[in-house]
């Protein structure tokens, strides 16, 4: 089989930013062993600012001419001068608004979204909330648009693990503002257990941890082996964020095993399925307390959570997310 040639589009690669990678490395790893045509380019530039963005956006425009261009995600931008016939934009989340004001809100709209949704020929978002926030974001035709969910790398398996009720490991992935840390440092003062925390701390943080006097360990650039490890170690997810385009860890527990604490929003509630997680207001800290005293003391709880956690899971599979892309690339190309 060859199929269509497509052309995957990476940001360049850094210690924190990863989980995009990790997604399409293993898509593209899938569709060299079926045989469809990839070619992998990592952009030369960080995004940090406009010459560093027209500079990714040259390098893409000195590309070869034929096939499918497909901007796995955050460098929009890059659909711009390209000299592809067909691009798709994978749309993880419209979170790069929330950056800057003004002049440079503007800016970072064109440069992300009104433009390069206007270039390209398809748009893929990651869930039903990215898609309503897109189209409220840029005026994008409906049909442009297709939803086709992350899903669990399968290295991920299931491993069973007896509960630390002494003193359980709390597993909370992600340090960025929206995964809501200083809730979950409030929640578990004076709560016995570990706190594994994945992801750069800023001071604010490490002087909070001091204070709550909570025992913590901290885990920077970690990799992808290491993070199934982390999983497979730990006794409860945590992931009360306040904002996310899909929500990863949340999955991943599932996979392993683990029950999950989360958010009661979305796109969190529908990516946990029917009863697949304990979830919890993430601006409360009196709720999340609640929710993770509930996880440690109740066993059949988090017995019920994780078997429909592992049902939910099932839904996002590596497999499932290739044959709707593949279907895209192969309308693309006979278009």
């Known amino acids: 089989m060859t199929g269509p040639a497509v052309t995957y589009i990476f940001r360049k690669g850094s210690s924190t930013n990863f ?32 010459a560093s963005v027209l500079r990714n956006i040259w390098f893409v425009a000195r590309r070869r001419k034929s096939g499918v261009l497909h901007i796995t995600g955050d460098v929009h931008y890059a659909a711009l001068l390209s000299p592809f016939s067909r691009s798709i934009i994978t749309v993880h989340d ?27 020929s398809c748009i893929v978002v990651i869930s039903e909330r990215t898609k309503g926030e897109l189209m409220k974001t840029v005026a994008v035709p409906e049909r442009k648009i297709a939803v086709i969910p992350n899903f669990v790398d399968p ?16 597993l909370h ?95 969190m509630r529908s990516v946990a399925g029917p009863e697949g997680a304990m979830l919890v207001d993430p601006c409360s800290i009196e709720a999340i307390r609640d929710g993770f005293l509930a996880l440690i003391r109740d066993a059949a709880m988090r017995a019920r959570l994780v078997a429909a956690g592992r049902d939910n899971a099932r839904r996002y599979t590596l497999e499932a997310a290739a044959a709707a892309y593949l279907a895209i690339y192969e309308k693309l190309s006979n278009s």
């Open 173 to 267: 992935v992600g340090t960025a503002a929206n995964k809501n840390l200083s809730r979950v440092i409030g929640a578990l003062r004076g709560v016995p257990c570990v706190l594994i925390i994945v992801g750069r701390l800023p001071q604010p943080i490490l002087d909070e941890l001091r204070e709550s006097a909570i025992r913590y360990e901290n885990l920077v650039g970690v990799t992808h082996e290491a993070m199934a490890s982390l999983y497979r170690e730990a006794d409860i997810v945590s992931f009360p964020s306040t904002y996310e385009g899909f929500g990863m860890p949340i999955v991943e527990g599932q996979v392993i095993g683990r029950p999950v604490l989360t958010s009661d929003m979305e796109p």
């Open 19 to 50: 989980s995009i990678e990790k997604l399409f490395d293993a898509l593209y790893a899938h569709f060299k062993q079926s045989g469809v045509a990839l070619e992998r380019l990592e952009l030369p530039y960080v995004s940090t600012g406009i």
């Open 94 to 120: 419209c979170v790069v608004l929330q950056r800057g004001t003004g002049f440079k809100r503007l800016v970072m709209w064109l440069l992300w979204f009104g433009l390069p949704v206007r270039f390209a």
């Open 155 to 170: 290295s991920f398996a299931f491993s069973e693990r007896p509960f630390a009720g002494e003193l359980p490991r709390i």
